[in-house]
């Protein structure tokens, strides 16, 4: 395995485990906003994987009290305790959304409830949930989460007694509210920080939406500071799971045995300033692979660079929504599955079969297939058609979509293949 070092001389792994997706009893897995399921944790394969990561050198994990029905931490600390402390470093968020979490009392309450549930009586790294979201009033919103009810300045003093040892923050959302923040880098001193970085993002993220902020420049103004980053959404929601046959003609040739997820941990992790890249890893094959990828990591060269750029213009090219299945804008108060609806959508503009012409002569098994998995994926009670365009779903999106515009886009889609390609 490949490790980092962090602010304080901590070897860091630079594959890091996102305890968001913990496997169910049933097959699927516990983000129950994305396709997720509703069955209880297997916690058997929760505890091997955990197991297999710390036998392969992984000793990152990230969890919050907003994961997997609020079970995560408590899941996670379980699995952690049958190890030694000093093979693990845990790392977990004052996830303070709603407004009645903002009180001083009730994210401190927060904090400690994390500390119980991981069984530890310090927080290795600890961060600001997501800041920069609300959109005009984000300066307001980080101000109540964190800043006017002292909640920063006790977290300052927690450091400073040892019961944190790293304090930093994740970022989604506007870039003043990001700038803002690391402009307190002298008096706060973060140790870190969250950002989201990923082969398209790096310049492109402007592209998808004039809001959001190029991986580039969030990387580079850490850098410039000396602040390690945490990389998050290294495959951007999973779509870079799979490659397009647009992508796939750009990298497949330089390496046909390399999986699309060997290429997107490849480009985070070869940013020096990269302490860990964090991967929601539901299944063993996937840890197996991401361990693989980093033991040890090759690092990119200037042609994988500039063909990863290529890639990204060409991936850019297709029909998909810009959607990482977050699930912060969840949930709807009329039911829709949110994340399912476009998750459905870009599986098909990625995979090529989005049958938007009734003259091509693949319409048809095009159509029969986007049906067959929307009907399966996103229940009938659940699917774009509910939407009244309330957008009470928008502002809390960290990608800037215009949400309603877009579930509107794919119901009127799915209606006229209902009617066989007529409006």
């Known amino acids: 395995m490949t490790f980092r070092t962090g602010s304080h001389g901590e070897k860091v792994s630079l594959l890091g485990y996102g305890a968001m997706r913990y496997p169910t009893v049933d097959g699927g897995h516990a983000n129950t906003y994305h396709g997720g399921s509703n069955a209880p944790i297997d916690l058997d394969k929760v505890q091997k994987h955990i197991d297999f990561c710390i036998e392969h050198g992984v000793n990152y994990f990230d969890t919050s009290p907003a994961y997997c029905r609020g079970e995560s931490e408590k899941v996670l600390g379980d699995a952690l305790s049958k190890h030694p402390r000093d093979k693990w470093f845990v790392a977990t968020k004052l996830s303070n959304f709603a407004p009645k979490t903002q009180t001083f009392e009730a994210s401190r309450k927060m904090y400690e409830e994390s500390r119980r549930l991981l069984r530890t009586d310090v927080i290795d790294f600890y961060l600001l949930h997501s800041i920069g979201g609300g959109g005009k009033n984000a300066m307001k919103v980080f101000n109540d989460r964190f800043v006017d009810n002292g909640m920063l300045a006790f977290l300052l003093k927690e450091r400073e007694a040892g019961r944190i040892r790293n304090l930093g923050f994740s970022f989604h959302g506007e870039e003043s509210v990001f700038r803002h923040a690391i402009s307190m880098h ?3 001193h973060w140790d870190f920080v969250q950002i989201q970085l990923n082969w398209v993002d790096w310049h492109h993220a402007k ?10 420049t969030l990387y580079n103004l850490l850098a410039e500071r000396n602040i390690p980053a945490v990389i998050m959404e290294p495959l951007l929601g999973g779509r870079l799971a799979k490659f397009n046959e647009a992508v796939s003609r750009r990298l497949t040739p330089l390496d046909p045995k390399a999986t699309p997820a060997s290429w997107s941990f490849r480009f985070a992790g070869s940013f020096p300033g990269v302490l ?12 197996e692979e991401n361990v693989k990828t ?28 810009p959607c990482t299945s977050c699930n912060y804008c969840m949930p709807c108060p009329y039911g829709l599955d949110i994340p399912g609806i476009f998750s459905v959508w870009n599986q098909a503009a ?19 297939r986007f049906l067959v998995e929307y009907e399966r994926f996103v229940p009938r009670l659940r699917q774009a058609q509910r939407c009244i365009g309330c957008g009470r779903c928008a502002p809390h999106c960290p990608q800037s979509i215009d949400i309603p515009a877009m579930i509107r886009k794919v119901d009127v889609f799915v209606e006229k293949l209902r009617r066989n390609g007529r409006a």
Not at 208 to 216: G, H, M, S, T
Not at 280 to 287: A, E, K, N, P
Not at 350 to 368: E, F, K, M, N, T
């Open 186 to 188: 002298g008096k706060v």
């Open 207 to 216: 592209e998808v939406n004039p809001r959001n902020v190029n991986a580039e």
């Open 276 to 287: 860990t890249v964090l991967s929601g890893m539901t299944y063993l094959r996937h840890i």
């Open 294 to 321: 980093y033991s040890p990591l090759k690092p990119l060269d200037d042609a994988e660079r500039a063909a990863l750029e290529r890639a990204a213009r060409a991936y850019l090219s297709d029909d998909s929504i």
């Open 350 to 368: 990625v995979s090529g079969y989005l049958p938007d012409d009734a003259a091509d002569p693949d319409y048809a098994a095009g159509r029969r």
